[in-house]
């Protein structure tokens, strides 16, 4: 059955269904972009929320609202809170279908209710500059028009989906991450809809990433009259991050970005507190105990220090995605869906990491750069090119609609031979 369907089944009244979809499709992002959705933005997060239930219902299958975990964080004062996170969105059709895949986007973007970046502009006629235009509010709607297409097949019950979209990918995925590792269990592979770049290039290999938070505490004191009886944290906080800095390079591929300390007050005081905040980006996992060994270290010697005391807050939310030889087939098979599209699928490696660095460490293939062309994402500059809409829309069609007719192996599948 199925060798005859490749050979015979026609992919274009499926993909045409698609052809006149960028007007619509950009009118929808241009109302999901007006939706403030910051990361901590919680009404904006559940009026997101409302919009994409209501977009996804037309897949014909209830959407379900799922609580997230808390997010941990350190305020300015030291002091370790819980945060409440927005909640997502799931939904599931045809779990038993004999291709399985997980569908990742997120909602939230880096653009708070205060930030100055609420509005859009058309730089030209297929250009929009908007907040989370390319990330990822594009991205979502290359993904629900690709499975508006997958319905409109005559493959759709070989096709199961599952489809899961966060609310605090922008914040490291603290309280969803459990429920993309649950997902990726019950599928074959996954698609995530991070925007690609410019030109249509996608992340290959990423990154790990960890976010900390150096507390750092001395003692108050009068800087003239009592300077001796003074414990200066920022000065210990000085010494921290001279040692934390000098990690980086120390092995291969890994940075420490120290990204800001606050803490201090007026000059004729002696500072009691410090919090250093900063971010580890690495490319092996074994690198993340390292780190944290010889971060512990420098933390341990200002604990020491007679009157100070100091704690490291945080940790490793995202693991490297290496490009594996079972993810470099997939990427191949994309690529080989491309041509039929007349694009031209190719792939970098990244420092910058997303949900998809979290589903491939559960153990399946994934692609997280099937979203929008776009680029100067998290920056008032960000814009997503309109043509990609139904462009990466059709690409995504194209590959699932492959993978169920036969034409090419399931990425679940893809055995463990050496990459080429």
Sequence with gaps: MLSAMVNTYNYKADLAYLDDRRAPMTETLRAWCAINSGSANLSGLKAMHGALAEAFSALGVEVETVPSGPHRIVTRDGEVVEQPVGDMLRLVKRPQAPVRVLLVG????????????????????????????????????????????????????????????????????????????????????????????????????????????????????????????????????????????????????????????????????????????????????EDSDWLLEQANALIADIDGREGYSAKLEGGFTRPPKPMTPQLNAFFLALRAAGVDLGLNIDWVPTGGCCDGNNIAAAGIPVIDTLGVRGAHIHSSAEYAKLDSLVERAKLSTLLLLKIAAGEIPNPGEFVNTEKH
Aim: glycine share 12%.
């Design 106 to 285: 997120h909602m939230d973007t880096v653009f708070g209710a205060d930030h100055p970046f609420q509005s859009e502009k058309f730089l030209d006629d297929d250009t929009l500059n908007a907040p989370g235009a390319a990330d990822m509010k594009g991205g979502l709607l290359v993904m629900l028009n690709a499975l508006m297409a997958i319905e409109n097949s005559s493959l759709a019950d070989r096709i199961g989906y599952e489809v899961l979209i966060n609310a605090d990918e922008e914040i490291g995925s603290i309280g969803s991450a459990h429920m993309l590792t649950e997902a990726a269990k019950r599928a074959q592979f996954a698609c995530v809809y991070e925007p690609a770049l410019p030109d249509g290039t996608l992340a290959g290999a990423r990154k790990g990433s960890g976010n900390f938070a150096a507390v750092i505490r001395g003692k108050s004191a009068h800087a003239g009259r009592e300077h001796h009886l003074g414990r200066n944290a920022i000065a210990a906080a000085a010494d921290f991050i001279s040692g934390v800095d000098k990690l980086t390079g120390q092995r291969e591929g890994l940075t420490v970005n120290v990204a800001r300390v606050d803490g201090g007050g007026p000059n004729n005081v002696v500072p009691e507190l410090a919090v250093v905040r900063f971010n580890v980006r690495l490319e092996q996992p």
